[in-house]
């Protein structure tokens, strides 16, 4: 365990002293990231000059999901999104798997952590920054059940769509081109910011299941709330649970059919 | 002509080699835009005031969908192309980089609304959410649609320049698209922005990107209004066009590919 966080922490290193390399893309990623947040607020604002509510959801209430959201999404881009991608697109058809497959550590680690997205880290820093001046400007009531149930999901959220993402990205030993499917859930994972709920049933089902980008911000902020009881927190480490055998399966199946294609 | 005319058939080919890679960015991005009906179906089912017609909305976003590629894509290999001096390749040749990769993301652009257009419009027109457009509105459609994809093309090349000076800038283009993808009414109709904000729009390009052409293909603009608007894009369309000359005459000029 310590040698993979070893590991881990002299991954990001070597990430974090590239992008010091180039430091004003800082700057212009910092004002992307801006106009960004922005527009989103904006599109809020224009929501809720239409509605009082929003799935039972007030406007407040929307906006905190927004935050917490951004910094799920932020730490999801941050920490392996990217390095699923890049699995995805040049892992197998280059062969680039089989320089991993030779380390002596676990090859769905190094998959999922070897080109951390540093750059993406100002996006949760700005989203946590955002949630903790809407946590003080705005008047919410939170329990210590809430508070625990809210920090309990996250952690079980980040580990579910970890492995969820892993799963599909096993993809890339069938498809050739399959980082498109990363990207849609990507895409989609736009609309996590705002209530699942206010979907079609199927729909609704779908991202929060076998999608998994519905649990993005909704399943923490729902907890954090009180609109979902401290009881709903089973099936989400049930579903955890599954996600993280399923996954370790499918990569494991994929990996003994897959032969080196590099020369 | 005929090179590029060749490159376009090359992409096309490539399109069809990749089927699942070009079948999922259809549905990825239409998806995605069909969600925000959703989220415009949950304020008109919730909203007190009437001015939210839910049919006006799915036709809308139907609608948006379909040209939504026409306005928004990635010219990221390009850059890359700069970066690594893949664009040499271009520079030595008697062809010119703007046209080559013109014709290949024109490929990919058409492909893409072409799919959606044949899934769309037919189940639409069966349920009610488009009306019949007369030949000559159809046409006008069309122009404004070639319109704005070569106007949008010129801007993002313009952007993907830069990379002769910066080494990553599709931070840049990003900030670019999702203003343009914003205030041009892809992801809300611009009707819902305030006023101050409507009566302006009219003398910027953005609206002339997603939400003119909406409205000319629901069949809300006569045929002078659709004139008008494909005048202001025309316009626009030239601005672009000159802005990424400009960078690019700059960039080649003072280019020298050291090779990898």
């Known amino acids: 365990m310590r040698h993979y966080l070893h590991v881990f922490i002299q991954i990001w290193k070597r990430s974090a002293a590239h992008i010091l390399e180039y430091r004003l893309n800082i700057f212009i990623q910092g004002a992307f990231i801006l106009v960004y947040l922005v527009g989103m607020l904006m599109m809020l604002e224009i929501i809720f000059s239409n509605t009082q509510s929003l799935g039972g959801w007030s406007k407040s209430e929307v906006i905190l999901l927004y935050g917490i959201c951004g910094i799920m999404w932020g730490l999801i881009e941050l920490v392996y999104f990217s390095s699923l991608m890049h699995f995805m697109m040049r892992g197998v058809s280059t062969g680039e798997l089989d320089t991993i497959l030779t380390k002596p550590l676990d090859a769905q680690f190094l998959t999922l952590f070897s080109y951390p997205a540093m750059m993406e880290f100002i996006y949760p820093f700005s989203s946590a920054l955002f949630t903790g001046w809407v946590l003080l400007t705005q008047h919410y009531s939170f329990s210590l059940e809430s508070v625990f149930t809210f920090f309990a999901s996250i952690i079980l959220t980040q580990i579910l769509l970890l492995f969820l993402f892993s799963a599909y990205s096993s993809l890339a030993f069938f498809v050739t081109k399959s980082q498109q499917v990363l990207r849609t859930l990507e895409t989609l994972g736009d609309h996590s910011q705002y209530p699942t709920i206010i979907y079609p049933q199927l729909l609704k089902l779908s991202l929060l299941s076998f999608l998994g980008v519905g649990l993005v911000g909704y399943i923490p902020t729902a907890f954090l709330l009180q609109k979902l009881p401290t009881l709903g927190l089973v099936p989400l480490f049930l579903g955890t649970c599954a996600t993280v055998f399923t996954s370790r399966f499918i990569w494991k199946f994929s990996l003994r059919r897959y032969s080196s294609a590099s020369s | ?260």
């Open chain 2, 1 to 260: 002509m005929k090179k590029y005319w060749l490159t376009l058939k090359i992409s096309l080919q490539d399109l069809l080699e990749y089927r699942f890679d070009f079948l999922l960015r259809t549905v990825r991005y239409t998806t995605s835009i069909l969600m925000l009906a959703f989220l415009w179906l949950a304020v008109a089912h919730e909203s007190t005031s009437s001015n939210i017609d839910p049919k006006n909305i799915i036709s809308y976003y139907l609608f948006s969908a379909m040209i939504y590629g026409l306005s928004n894509f990635h010219t990221d290999h390009i850059e890359e192309d700069v970066r690594l001096g893949y664009i040499s390749k271009y520079l030595v040749k008697p062809v010119s980089p703007f046209w080559m990769y013109f014709f290949n993301m024109f490929a990919q652009t058409l492909a893409e609304v072409l799919v959606k257009i044949v899934l769309f419009i037919p189940a639409a027109l069966l349920l009610g959410y488009v009306t019949f457009l007369s030949p000559v509105q159809f046409l006008l459609c069309v122009i404004m649609g070639t319109l704005v994809f070569f106007a949008m093309f010129c801007l993002y090349f313009g952007l993907s320049g830069l990379a002769f000076w910066f080494q990553y800038v599709d931070s840049i283009r990003m900030c670019v698209m999702f203003t343009f993808r914003f205030l041009s009414g892809i992801f809300i109709s611009v009707s819902f922005f305030p006023s101050w904000y409507q009566f302006i729009s009219r003398f910027l390009p953005f609206e002339y990107m997603a939400y003119i052409p909406i409205q000319m293909m629901q069949g809300n603009l006569d045929i002078r209004q659709s004139l008008q608007a494909i005048c202001m894009l025309v316009g626009w369309t030239f601005l672009f066009y000159f802005f990424q000359y400009f960078i690019w005459q700059k960039a080649t000029h003072s280019y020298e590919s050291t090779g990898i």
